[in-house]
């Protein structure tokens, strides 16, 4: 799956996946959204980005969650 709205630079943000031509990092969309906050009010506060930069950057998280062993707290 090809991300063209994403880029991972090493001389931007020290190699974070960020939105193509910004400095908005992937992960902090998606706390963003995690945390409750709507696509609007990202687009309100980060006027340089659009829908499909949001909806990208999901799509994005989630597929690189799917290739990663996540280890689980056994505690529960």
């Given amino acids: 799956m090809a991300f ?3 880029k991972i630079d090493h001389r931007i943000m020290g190699g974070l996946p960020c939105i193509s031509g910004t400095r908005i990092p992937v992960a902090m969309l ?4 995690a945390a ?4 609007e009010t990202i687009l309100a506060d980060y006027p ?3 829908k499909d930069d ?3 950057a999901l799509r994005f998280a989630a597929a690189n ?3 990663r062993v996540v280890p689980l707290d056994q505690t529960a």
């Fill in 65 to 67: 969650i799917d290739q």
């Fill in 4 to 6: 063209t709205r994403i």
């Fill in 54 to 56: 949001v909806r990208e």
């Fill in 30 to 33: 998606v706390r963003m959204v």
């Fill in 48 to 50: 340089q980005l659009t």
């Fill in 36 to 39: 409750g906050t709507s696509t």
